[in-house]
């Protein structure tokens, strides 16, 4: 299993680590499988879509915030509740095909990186099988 | 990897694709394993639930239009940032057990395709591992 | 294939699953890998999150309650087309690394159960590629 590490700068944000993903995924020399992308934190998560827009990017962000508000009157302490709940629609696990030693993404595709909590370090477990 | 083909005939649609998923599993001809259905777009996406209502493939479609709303003064151009956020939320990728060479689906599950921005063609890859 | 049964106990409840899930994999006697947990009902889901916290667990539900409403002027007869759509949108399948025999959560994740239209008997089903 390979890991991957990111530094995050700010409380809630999106970070395109197709490049990262890609790279490890390499590294396990498998040509054919299924990649693993696990992210092993309760306040963060992963998905794919198109990465390239920073315009997309701000609608996803800000859409999260009107689907599970910052503030919602939650009763967990510690003032992240709303990135445990993103965290858990969005999800923390992610399998991806791998055809010819590399991810088989659509053209448009690439793997997001949702920090909910952050400026934080962050480990995301990269399998292929 | 198999990939299936299907046309799409609207904008915003929910396609049981049960069957194809099927009779791509069958193709494989792997009798014990796990199959992932992937899905290579940034505005569709695919998930599992009762199919056969069409009724509530209609309020499947609506909620997910209450959630996410088609105008919802988004940044990105194209008029399908809607669809882009909805195909982040469901997800483009599925893993199902396969168990006899089939999926071992529950008696009430089958497999829908969410098409947000149609009509297109689209492709979904599936593997059995 | 193992198979796990729980009995829930009230209509809508968040389960916390992650010592019956880590027991089957034990009972799969594989060291490394991947575990597919496969829930095969409509109107029940699976996610991963912080476990601990009965406060979160409430906010978990209640926000879940707000996305996607008990009364949303659904079509579907049964009552339960909230938990369907729910369903849709927590996902029934997660898959989670295996390492040295073990679930490879992070120090704050467990598996949770999404019960949305109990209390009835279960089944999870649980595999190790």
């Not at 879509?49 to 701000?58: F, I």
């Not at 990135?83 to 399998?95: D, E, F, Q, T």
Request: contains cysteine; proline residues 3%.
């Amino acid at each position: 299993m390979k890991e991957i590490t990111i530094k995050t700068t700010v409380q809630r944000d999106l970070i395109d680590i197709t490049a990262e993903v890609q790279k490890a995924v390499l590294d396990h020399k498998k040509k054919e499988g299924v990649c693993l992308v696990f992210v092993p934190h309760t306040t963060a998560g992963i998905f794919i879509n198109e990465t390239h827009d920073t315009d997309l990017r701000k609608d996803l962000l800000d859409q999260l915030n009107r689907m599970i508000p910052v503030e919602g009157g939650y009763r967990h302490a510690g003032g992240n509740a709303d990135a445990h709940i993103k965290s858990s629609v969005i999800g923390c696990s992610l399998s991806i095909p791998v055809d010819g030693g590399i991810l088989a993404l659509g053209q448009w595709q690439g793997i997001y990186f949702f920090e909910g909590d952050g400026p934080r370090e962050r480990k995301i477990k990269v399998s292929v099988y």
